[in-house]
């Protein structure tokens, strides 16, 4: 969202953990290991990985396109594959019909019922098209910060989880108590613990 | 303290900040002393969120307008409501961005970069792409290390003796401002 052009959202990460060295070769090799895998010609429901910032389909990465100066550059690719509750209840109902009518019998038993929607979950899901998400970031390596362009907090749990199994390293959302923190000394950070709401009028 | 609790017990802190920030924005018309850099621009415009209360007794005020003096939004101070995201310009040297601070999360939205010629024009061959994204980088750090810069300046106010005579100012001023 906006990294690249227009108008952008984002929040803030601090990076904890140690930098393995030689960096550069690290990332490369992490970042290709957790590259993303298109889902389109299989029945995964759910891919997770890392892409180009200038290309969604380009999870190869030639010339290092995910470094930028002293900046790691990378979108975050999600394909998961949903079926509406509406779509799904009818073709359940559907099928349920089917069933009393093939049959001849008046009512569904629940363990059936539980088998029938399990089934055109699975049908359904096979056939709808994985629907794609990509967020930018960039990861500020002299100061371990890192920027993600979106708002949205299910994004951050899956960028959390991501970049702690590719790179080994806890990321730490910036809300103003812990940037506060970061900004002030050892006697301020102290002395914030202990401030009050104030009141201003 | 787990970031969640974090959010929830702390939430006070960037309310506080985003309101201090609109009433040092206007006690010199705009203009907000950085040590060491001078002068910045900070203004506040066109969308105020405030709010009051936690939880079912949640209630949100919402103003917006282009050349609202955000009137509704200083009566809310005055009622207690607590400034949650407001729209801000801010301009160092001859750049200007324009961005929404939300205060519990600290979230940049809706933010508009400094107009630059690299910026506008990505080329297509590898060079001028990198160079790209490196200015907007740049735009995007510079951005923060405003925020930052004017935060650090309310957080050392905030834990030092001064915040007394501070708060007096700012009660003066939510006051004056409503009763206009």
Redesign the interface.
Known sequence: M????G??????FAIEGELPKPFWDFVAERVTAFSFKDIDDTYDEFSIGWVS??NMFDSQFN?A?YA??D?V?LALRIDERKVSPAILKKFVDKEEERIKKEKQIPKISRTMRTEIKERIRVELMRRAIPLPAVYEL?W?VADSTL?FFS?SSKAHTLLEDLFKETFGLTL?????????EH??DEA?TT??AR?S????? | MD?VD??IE?R???Q??L?WLWWKSEERGGGVELPGQGDILVVFEKHMLLEYGEGEANEKLICRGLQTELQEARTG????KKLEQARVRLAQNDHEWNVTLT???????????PKTGDTEQ?GNN?EE??G???E??FL??EL?RLV?DL??LF??I???DQ?HDE?LK??AW??RTSAT
Do not use: C, D
């Open positions: 906006g990294f690249l052009k108008t952008a959202g984002f929040v803030r910032i200038h010339f396109s930028n100066g900046y550059t960039y500020n920027i708002t730490i959302q910036q809300i103003p108590y812990n940037t506060a900004l002030l301020g002395h914030l401030i709401p104030a009141i201003f009028v | 970031l974090l959010i702390k006070f802190l960037g506080e900040f309101t101070l005055t009622m207690g205060a519990t999360l600290m979230e940049f939205r809706s933010v508009r970069l990505g590898p792409l990198e790209m994204v490196l907007r980088i995007f750090e923060v930052n935060f650090r957080l050392t905030r834990v030092s915040w708060l700012i009660r939510v006051k």
